[in-house]
């Protein structure tokens, strides 16, 4: 359910921020390139997209051995191509608010910027040019066009789970952190270079791919203490590692379970917290007034619907 | 608690809609074939399965080198015995129904479908014919016969928890999907194909595996900035796929927590689920009778206490 | 806290089933071997355990060839002893109780006859010796002598989440065995057995240890098709493998939040739900009764301490 | 929140139960150690957490033989020198307290203790000189520093979550060391030394890899026999370790729901906490004033709405 009319203010609230020029061509093509409510905009903005998954694409089939001694030099091309276009557009955007500096400073102009780089700085550190992958940040404009914005909503509660759990998440890394560094450091004492713990910083990376239950294999313990100490470590890590989930899921669990039914009010007797079928006060018996559900992604709580 | 009049309930909607022919063998038939009422009708499907069973076990075997060399030749013979013996069923289904197309285009009847086609399309495409084990699907059935209703709403219990995360999910996976791509592509670049990161998209099948702590360990990160990534990636990592084991949890908790609170029903009207602490109906608005907690466990639930 | 008078309650009830002898010597030894409370008993249960840890230690050393081949004899003497030991043991307790039959198809009357049985068959066939490790289910008495009995509830409750969930884990272990058989079909079509999947039966193998995130790496896709299929899998299996922890997170959380603050009752207008620290009645302002907690091991739900 | 208040508390508490001197150089010496008001104070802790941080760092880049072979002496001479400033820091400390005995049984007095003690040890045995990483415990002291109290209030959380749990996480790793135990010999018997299971201690070993869902690969099931158990092993492994999290998570989405839901204070008595339907204060009896809640759609909002 997603609210148009909730688009149209986001984009007003842009057009205030970034300053719409008022007349002329500028005008013209800021409608075009930053708002997507013409049919003009609509086709600029999907032909975006449209760009961005090529590029990547190139970019991905561009790595592959077989397929670049076959096409390295269209891709070369096909690349330089998308980058010019992505500039080109970058430029455009630039020239067309009022002030270009707040774009080019918001968190949209930033990956619009970091995507067209890694092509032009290539020139000189060839490695650089597969970075072009993070064009694909780009593709959070997706949610724009084609209005998902409720996923925006969900998307919050995630990021407030998140949130929320900041703290707690910090207090575990850092346990994690110490667990790591002492674990590392026992680790390569007991088992030492010969068996492949080779330092302690690689002994670090051998603690956190155990204690996340990860696994590769590539380092394992030989002697039989190192894997006594792993079994206790894993056992150990593995409460430790829980934090996470249990930490998420009590956020999101708080988040869901807080959700208020309704904010419905009896108006003989004031009691609040009515459901949303409910259709006489549970305290007075008087009569409701009619559901008004104005939240329309959360109808009524998950089990009830709009009485009639 | 499977509950036989909500069985009968349910074939006689599926006799409605796929309509039952009221008279001669067609009616005959498809009481034993679509219903479990009767001894036929019982014996038929126990027939059902056993065959399902054997014939994907038939499949399963037949992969093994060392039994194909020895019961090769018997085992195709029973793979088209099965085959002919479906393909049977499936015709004698689609002839005593009066709406075939309504049962064809059915879940059972697409089901039943896919579940002959492979054996056929072997003859022209040798590979296929392993894909007979999609038969396995047709065991749903199996809760039919055993009366195992009540195992649907526990499932529908896990479906809908799903069905509600859905929007959260598509976000972590949009996220996760992001990740894995920007990783992949930095650890082709800081690896590369000398370490066995051989293209992108090899490297996002690496970073998927990793990001979900399965690491198989068949590519691993051999330079020292590889490792530090791969341990910063996998904190990071085991942060956000705690969100599905959260998210499903949650909604979960939500589904259980929220468990209607009371079986109080209006005298006057009829309606349950009343909350443990309304005094009047909220349907019909006359007064409630008293409320009497019998189930002291779950004593006045977790927002209401017995009124007075 | 555990609880001197429930663990004599326990004893009687048991003493009633196995039928207690009442005078003799029958009498005696049934108080040394079946209770705890006097000196000898609790000696006796003391020098149980610590014989069956000695003779679980004695059967795990002898299966490291290092000390096998120096102490060999020293340990088959000792375990032939402490089989004897336990089967005079078994026998005693068959002797001193009225109703053996029930005392030999109780629990703990199997868990001691099988921890007394591989030494025994292991003369016949040599390889069930090492199976003597059943015996150290026999220490689940250690939560009889160290008057643990606090720990049984834990367990209970545990238990308990477990068995609300079991529907929702069958129909969860259906779900997964259905797509191991035709993931692992499928795998064994695309990889083949010149990848390493070698039949249905162990690519089924490999698409548990892949679903569970568990990931061996004894086999991996090596065609980019396959790895794409287990991308997707690992993605998607993620997802369902988040429901055990979810079920049990769920029931348990909803065990911990039911469990009632108090069930303490204004003794003026019965309101009901006072917290432990409470003083006055929440509604009616009406002092309360003093708080007595009788379950010393919830004491007042988790925030709250017994009133003054 | 950090609160300044709180801190200058806890400094108060601590000068009363280490016993602050009253006069001469001492005192000004306690100042500048034990407390973090004044601006030398300040220093000095911020000189310290430095100090720990680089000695750690020395020991870790000590570790990689390529480092050790260019800067070895300068790195054993840094180490020396971080060892005698901690030395002389520690020697401090106990003389500018009145009651040294209690700082060196304090928590931080131990961990400042353990953190110099392996290099004078590594005189002796020089394998425990990598054991000074422990130093990286005093970087707790950073909370005190950085004003970061309210991470320990979560960090508390996630304590007492822990505690709350512990009884649960017993009865686990209870169940999970038998199963250890029995898995381990049961795979030792399917397997054997053969195939990489060449005792039960190291099969012991791999079965904690396997059920925790780590999977290394160093050892892996080569019979079907093998593989079938394993299989079965990681399904109801999996089951079983979602207890952790469930627990985890069951204990802090808990926490998280219980929080109070109002901060009403009794203007009488001037008891906090009241729920938010309470009409007379629990602890004195006196009327409350009316419950206004502010803020809708988190109602009583995660840490309390201001009564009016």
Redesign the interface.
């Known amino acids: 359910m997603p609210d148009p009319r909730r688009r149209q203010h986001q984009e007003a609230v842009t057009r205030q921020r970034l300053g719409q020029p008022e007349t002329g061509w500028r005008q013209r093509w800021y409608t075009i390139i930053f708002e997507a409510d013409t049919r003009e905009g609509r086709t600029f903005d999907l032909a975006l997209l449209v760009a961005i998954v090529a590029s ?1 694409m190139v ?2 089939l561009d ?3 077989a397929v670049n001694q076959r096409l390295g030099t269209a891709f070369t091309v096909l690349e330089w191509s998308f980058t010019l276009l992505f500039t080109t557009e970058y430029v455009m955007r630039i020239l067309v608010v009022r002030r270009p500096l707040r774009y080019a400073l918001s968190f949209y102009g930033i990956i619009d910027f970091i995507s067209i780089m890694p092509t032009w700085l290539a020139v000189f550190l060839p ?2 040019h ?2 072009i ?2 064009r ?2 780009r ?1 959070l404009r997706v949610f724009r066009i084609l209005k998902l914005t ?2 925006f909503e ?2 919050e ?2 990021y407030r ?2 949130l ?1 759990s900041r ?7 850092g346990a ?1 952190f ?1 667990i790591t ?2 674990l ?3 680790m ?2 007991v088992e030492g ?1 010969e068996h492949g713990f ?5 002994s ?2 051998w603690a ?3 204690l ?7 380092m ?1 313990p030989k002697t ?1 203490l190192g ?2 100490i ?2 206790l470590t ?2 150990l890590g ?2 430790i ?18 959700r ?1 039914l309704t ?1 419905r009010t009896c108006t003989h007797c004031l009691t609040e917290g ?2 949303a ?11 409701l007034p009619e559901y008004q559900n104005d939240r329309p992604e959360v109808p009524g709580g ?2 009830g619907t709009p009485a009639p």
Chains 1, 2, 3, 4 share one sequence.
Do not use: W
């Open positions: 990547v970019v991905m790595s592959m051995a490695e650089l597969f970075l992958d993070v694909l940040l593709l409720v996923y969900e998307a509660i995630l789970a998140l929320n703290r707690k998440i910090f207090v575990f890394l994690v110490i560094v002492i590392g450091t026992v390569y004492v270079p080779r330092s302690i910083p690689l670090m990376y956190v791919v155990t996340t239950t990860t696994g590769f294999g590539d394992v039989a894997q006594f792993t079994s894993i056992l593995y409460g590692i829980a934090f996470p989930t249990g930490i998420v899921g009590a956020e999101l669990a708080a988040s869901i379970l807080k208020p904010t009515h459901e079928d409910s259709m006489y006060c549970k305290h007075c018996g008087s009569p998950r089990d």
